[in-house]
């Protein structure tokens, strides 16, 4: 990123709606390892461009790059990390009760009320105790694992 920012500073500064800012936007997402990598590269890079008054040309590179940081955000530029767990595995999740035993229904399950900026939960299950359907928010022990061997 910081080689990236100064080209990208110049090329918004010569011509906003260049593609040579585009360009050095993607090379931002493309030499980012993860995800998270690519947001804060996303986020550093908007706040360097952002001006108090943008001309029109400015504000549309802007907006570009708010688009690219809400569909990074949604998982849609990065393809999703691996999961632990694949649909029809019996898993234990943390729920109100403690931990209860159920089984993987969905991969990146996603409410349709979610908005776009918040990311799929990477599992839906359904409980064996009454068939509650519930969604884990991380792939990780804290939330989903593994049931104990009988």
């Known amino acids: 990123f910081h080689e990236a920012?100064?080209?990208?500073?110049?090329?918004?500064?010569?011509?906003?709606?260049?593609?040579?800012?585009?360009?050095?936007?993607?090379?931002?997402?493309?030499?980012?390892?993860?995800?998270?990598?690519?947001?804060?590269?996303?986020?550093?890079?908007?706040?360097?461009?952002?001006?108090?008054?943008?001309?029109?040309?400015?504000?549309?590179v802007i907006a570009d790059y708010e688009e690219t940081h809400r569909e990074l955000l949604a998982c849609r530029i990065?393809?999703?990390?691996?999961l632990r767990f694949a649909v029809g595995d019996q898993v234990q999740c943390?729920?109100?009760?403690?931990?209860?035993?159920?089984?993987?229904?969905?991969?990146?399950?996603?409410?349709?009320?979610?908005?776009?900026?918040?990311?799929s939960a990477p599992y839906q299950v359904q409980l064996f105790r009454g068939g509650v359907l519930i969604y884990a928010v991380s792939d990780n022990d804290n939330c989903i694992r593994r049931p104990p061997s009988t």
Not at 26 to 54: E, S, Y
Not at 94 to 119: A, F, K, M
């Open 94 to 119: 943390q729920y109100r009760e403690g931990w209860l035993l159920g089984e993987v229904i969905d991969l990146w399950y996603r409410e349709s009320e979610w908005p776009p900026e918040r990311p």
């Open 5 to 60: 920012a100064p080209m990208l500073r110049k090329a918004i500064q010569q011509d906003p709606t260049d593609a040579k800012a585009h360009y050095v936007m993607g090379m931002i997402c493309a030499l980012a390892q993860n995800r998270d990598d690519a947001l804060l590269f996303l986020d550093r890079a908007v706040t360097l461009i952002r001006k108090p008054n943008p001309s029109p040309a400015e504000s549309e």
């Open 78 to 82: 990065f393809p999703p990390p691996p």
